[in-house]
């Protein structure tokens, strides 16, 4: 499967953007999905994500209240709702596919696919 990320821009503190993650290759929907962020010199870290069936979603602290994953099977695409930005949350954004899903989502090596990655960057 092929995952392709895209939505990110320049964006004020205090407002918001909504990723896109397109698939292409096969359907999503068996699958678990993930966003993940890395910051310049920072290691790749969990931000949200949603399982298979879209019954339960988990997000990291920093993002829980402010950002929303969802996912639209129909259309093989994962979202990111962003609101509320804050300058920490400048990064490029990842999304990933989880085909087995009974790994930790919250763990990089949980997912076998990646995107290339959106930028985000969020000025004070």
């Known amino acids: 499967v092929q995952l392709q990320a895209s939505g990110g821009g320049l964006v004020q503190a205090g407002g918001s953007l909504r990723l896109s993650c397109a698939a292409s290759g096969r359907t999503i929907s068996t699958y678990r999905m993930g966003w993940f962020r890395q910051a310049p010199g920072r290691e790749r870290e969990f931000v949200a994500a949603v399982s298979r069936a879209a019954d339960y979603a988990y997000y990291t602290d920093s993002a829980r209240g402010r950002f929303t994953i969802s996912r639209d099977d129909a259309k093989n695409t994962v979202y990111l709702q962003m609101n509320s930005l804050k300058p920490e949350d400048t990064a490029v954004y990842f999304c990933?596919?989880?085909?087995?899903?009974?790994?930790?989502?919250?763990?990089?090596?949980?997912?076998?696919?990646w995107g290339q990655g959106t930028l985000v960057t969020v000025s004070s």
């Open positions: 990933a596919a989880d085909p087995g899903g009974s790994g930790h989502s919250g763990r990089v090596r949980s997912y076998d696919y």
